[in-house]
């Protein structure tokens, strides 16, 4: 019995976290949308002037700085945590789309799919190799071209 009890927990436990992460996975996506226009940047420049405009009445006092200084700390750093949620989401899904491309084309290297999870050597061992690969095509390409303009002449 404490073995179903101890699995019991753990679903819910498990099925909290999923909730909490697609929670906060709709509000990134949702915050991103909203805070990403230009609406937002001109409420933030509206903000902003106000704070401006009332430092004189506040006689531009170190509890008038601190207000400001609070308020764009505070948005900044939760702010860190919805844009690297939603880039973190959008490269997840280019690149699995990218890998579906490479899947699905005949002669492609399906070795390349998932490079993100290759050490930085093998990285650039990669591009190294395409390096090359770009070198080659442009030496053919020359050659074809002067090929063509030798034969017109």
């Not at 976290?17 to 940047?41: I, M």
């Not at 690149?95 to 070795?111: F, M, P, S, T």
């Amino acid at each position: 019995m404490v073995t179903r009890h101890n699995s019991h927990q753990k679903v819910e436990r498990g099925d909290f976290f999923c909730r909490v992460r697609d929670a906060f996975r709709v509000f990134a996506r949702r915050s991103s949308e909203v805070l990403g226009t230009a609406w937002a940047f001109i409420g933030a420049i509206v903000i902003i002037a106000v704070w401006a405009l009332t430092g004189p009445a506040f006689h531009f006092s170190d509890t008038w700085q601190l207000i400001i200084n609070t308020g764009t700390t505070i948005v900044t750093f939760l702010m860190v945590f919805l844009i690297q949620n939603t880039q973190n989401r959008d490269a997840k899904a280019v690149h699995l789309k990218l890998d579906e491309l490479i899947r699905a084309l005949q002669g492609a290297r399906n070795h390349l799919v998932d490079l993100e999870k290759l050490s930085d050597e093998e990285l650039k061992g990669l591009e190294e190799q395409f390096t090359r690969l770009r070198e080659q095509a442009q030496e053919t390409d020359a050659r074809v071209s002067h090929l063509h303009r030798s034969e017109k002449v």
